[in-house]
């Protein structure tokens, strides 16, 4: 029982490069989310998606970039990465109205 | 103003102390409350949901005023193994989720 994992667990890329971060769940759920967590803020949410092909802005979207082309699988990319976007992101899923959203165990993004 | 706003700690207790956490929110539409639990460096895991009714899980108890925007959280009988940062959480439409920035608590022996 996989759950939901995100790869990679660590990264470190430099200022102006493209940055993938991959989120893949095992349950069929049909909502997803990204957030980002940073000290002095907790958990931001950055996109969310309700279904395959149906994704929206949270509080915090410049400079991402989503997609959901299948169900279990919501990859969050940083088109030109800044020193800002240094952080600890969630990615999460739950099924509609549902109570309880399931967390992966974060990817640690570095950008120098 | 934060939508979710926590007082941030840390609170150092002794084990078997009892702690309060609160929790003022200012959306009046958010439509669920939660408290999250998070280990150091870990994800954040759904502690117990908050009714107005209140509700209580072993030694939590969780209470809701809608007329005041307050959310608690009791913790009594501390364990070590309570140490963590606990997260006050509003669910909006759409099950979007708005956390407060989290409470650190420290339970000493």
């Known amino acids: 029982d996989a759950g939901i994992t995100q790869s990679p667990r660590y990264k470190i890329t430099e200022t102006g490069r493209q940055v993938t971060l991959m989120c893949h769940q095992t349950?069929?759920?049909?909502?997803m989310f990204w957030y980002r967590q940073d000290l002095g803020h907790g958990l931001r949410l950055i996109y969310y998606s309700a279904a395959a092909d149906i994704t929206d802005k949270g509080e915090v979207p410049d400079g991402y970039v989503v997609s959901r082309s299948k169900t279990e699988n919501f990859p969050l990319t940083l088109e030109s990465a800044t020193r800002s976007q240094t952080s600890v992101y969630f990615c999460?899923?739950?099924?509609?109205?549902?109570?309880?959203?399931?967390f992966g165990p974060g990817t640690r993004l570095t950008v120098l | 103003r934060k939508e979710v706003e926590q007082d941030p700690g840390p609170f150092n207790v002794p084990e078997g102390a009892t702690v309060a956490f609160n929790c003022t929110y200012s959306n009046s539409a958010s439509q669920s409350f939660f408290w999250y639990r998070q280990d150091c460096r870990k994800e954040p895991k759904l502690l117990m949901s908050v009714y107005s009714s209140g509700n209580e899980d072993g030694r939590f108890t969780a209470q809701l005023n809608r007329a005041s925007q307050y959310i608690s959280l009791l913790i009594r009988d501390s364990k070590l193994s309570d140490s963590a940062t606990y997260l006050c959480v509003a669910m909006e439409y759409g099950n979007k989720l708005v956390f407060g920035a989290g409470t650190i608590l420290r339970v000493k022996s």
């Open positions: 999460a899923s739950s099924v509609p109205r549902g109570n309880e959203q399931f």
């Open positions: 349950w069929s759920h049909s909502y």
